[in-house]
C-alpha cells in the first residue's frame, strides 16, 4: 500500500482564512486517498520552534513513498524559511520518498498520484 505524509500549515492559525472550509476538503482528500487505497498521515505546522520537532517525528514513523508540501506552506513569501526547512527535513529524514506540492487542499490526491506513477 503507498503512503503519504501530507504536511500543511494549520489552517486555524492562517489570518484571513476559514480553518473549518479547508479542513473539510482535506477530509474529503483523505477519505479518497483512502478509497484508493493509499495511506495518507496529516501533519499541520506552524512557523515557531515546534515545527521541526513536529515534522521529525511524522518524517520518522515510517518509511514514506511521498511526501507532499501543502501551498499554504509554498506560496506565502513569509514563509519562504518555513519552506526550506520543511524540503531539508524531507530530503534529510525521508529520502526514499517523492516530493509532491498541492495547489490547494482540494487537489492533493492528484498531487500524489502525480509522483507514484
Do not use: C
Amino acid at each position: 500500500m503507498p503512503s503519504v505524509l501530507l504536511v500543511g500549515y494549520d489552517p486555524d492559525a492562517i489570518p484571513g482564512v476559514d480553518g473549518t472550509t479547508i479542513r473539510a476538503m482535506i477530509d474529503q482528500q483523505m477519505n479518497e486517498f483512502a478509497r484508493l487505497g493509499i495511506e495518507a498521515n496529516l501533519v499541520h505546522v506552524v512557523a515557531d520552534g515546534s515545527a521541526e520537532p513536529t515534522l521529525v517525528a511524522a518524517l520518522g514513523q515510517r518509511p514514506w513513498d511521498v511526501v507532499l508540501i501543502g501551498g499554504g506552506i509554498r506560496k506565502s513569501d513569509n514563509l519562504v524559511e518555513l519552506l526550506e526547512m520543511v524540503v531539508n527535513l524531507a530530503h534529510r529524514h525521508a529520502a526514499q520518498a517523492a516530493i509532491a506540492f498541492n495547489t490547494n487542499p482540494g487537489d492533493s490526491v492528484q498531487a500524489v498520484q502525480r509522483q507514484l506513477r
